[in-house]
């Protein structure tokens, strides 16, 4: 499978905290930092079929277990390390193999453990969206249908367009 050059970029969740590869990679991850240094920061890789994977600082790849555990162990990607994206003006979510999203809880800023969640109706919700420093969905074109656009609202988790689509 062909990828693009990976994009370094932060991500930072709806409270405005970092998700983090705790010792730049090899353990867990959280969304706690206030700042953004090295563990911060991502190399994300896009492959043809449109799924990117994340990759810390040094050199492992952020997992999605099929428990929703989410770790930062592997030395290469695999259907477990990608992700889809769904691009909103809000941010990006990243739906794991799993059909599972990436989750800041309580939208960051807490001790809690990233983890990725699929058992509620209304995700992605705001939990699941992360401000990327660095538009890289846009480096190969935007064909997302998913794609919110205009002025966007949130009611409780729930996000929606003038159109009224939600996700």
Request: aromatic residues 10%; proline residues 5%; glycine residues 12%.
């Amino acid at each position: 499978m062909q990828e693009q050059q990976p994009v370094v970029t932060t991500l930072k969740s709806a409270n405005g905290f970092f998700l983090c590869a705790e010792g730049g990679g090899g353990d867990i991850a959280r969304v706690d930092r206030e700042s953004a240094g090295p563990w911060e920061q991502w190399r994300v890789h896009t492959y043809d079929d449109g799924r990117v994977s994340l990759q810390a600082s040094d050199g492992h790849f952020l997992c999605a277990e099929p428990d929703g555990k989410v770790v930062i162990n592997r030395s290469q990607s695999g259907e477990y390390e990608r992700f889809t994206i769904e691009v909103r003006d809000v941010g990006v979510a990243f739906k794991s193999y799993h059909n599972t999203y990436l989750q800041a809880p309580e939208g960051g800023g807490t001790p809690a453990l990233v983890r990725c969640v699929g058992d509620d109706p209304t995700l992605p919700g705001v939990w699941e969206f992360f401000a990327s420093s660095v538009p890289f969905w846009e480096s190969g074109g935007s064909n997302n249908p998913n794609r919110l656009t205009g002025n966007v609202t949130r009611d409780a988790r729930v996000v929606s367009d003038d159109s009224g689509r939600a996700s």
